[in-house]
């Protein structure tokens, strides 16, 4: 039953997002249209189109919003750390990222994604500290979150 009532809210929240989506991909057609292809990304570059070929040269730690990086003070331990791969953390951590120490300064390949097409996600990037370390950070957006 349980499980049940777990898909009926997942068809139901999608059906209701439905349009947010459309509208939203629509408005955001002339930019990634503009934008940088998958095609740039390392998997592609060695010949034949396959995560079978892709052999990466790094790592990355994702930075999620989950209990337990509180809880674990996992911010703390990564911005003391000597850790010299990326950092890809989500838009409600990105402000938390920074004003712990975990910048593009100090992690030359800092993303940001946003996969959210409502309009919630937008207060995650109006902080002030985001003004001050925003030239290294790359932004990765869903094709189908807000224009704006």
Same mark, same amino acid.
């Given at each position: @039953? &349980? $499980?049940? &009532?777990?898909? %009926? ?7 209701? @997002?439905?349009?947010?989506? @459309? ?6 057609? +002339? %930019? ?7 095609? $740039?990304?390392? =998997? ?6 396959? /995560?079978?070929? #892709?052999? +990466?040269?790094?790592?990355? =730690? ?8 509180? !809880?674990?003070? #996992?911010?703390? /331990? ?13 838009d409600r951590m990105l ?6 120490? /975990?910048? +593009?300064?100090k992690f030359s390949k ?7 097409? !409502? %309009?919630?996600? @937008?207060?995650?990037?109006? %902080?002030? /500290?985001? $003004? ?17």
């Amino acid at each position: @039953m &349980k $499980q049940s &009532k777990n898909f %009926d809210l997942i068809q139901e929240n999608t059906s209701n @997002m439905i349009d947010l989506w @459309m509208y939203n991909f629509a408005r955001n057609i +002339p %930019d990634f249209l503009n934008g940088n292809s998958v095609k $740039q990304l390392s =998997v592609f570059k060695n010949g034949k189109k396959s /995560i079978k070929n #892709h052999r +990466p040269s790094s790592s990355a =730690v994702v930075v999620g919003a989950g209990p337990s990086v509180k !809880k674990n003070n #996992h911010l703390e /331990i990564l911005s003391n750390s000597n850790y010299k791969g990326a950092v890809v953390c989500t838009d409600r951590m990105l402000v938390p990222c920074l004003k712990n120490g /975990i910048t +593009p300064e100090k992690f030359s390949k800092f993303y940001v994604l946003t996969i959210e097409p !409502k %309009d919630v996600t @937008m207060k995650f990037y109006e %902080d002030k /500290i985001i $003004q001050k370390h925003k030239k290294g950070i790359l932004v990765v957006l869903s094709t189908c979150t807000r224009h704006e």
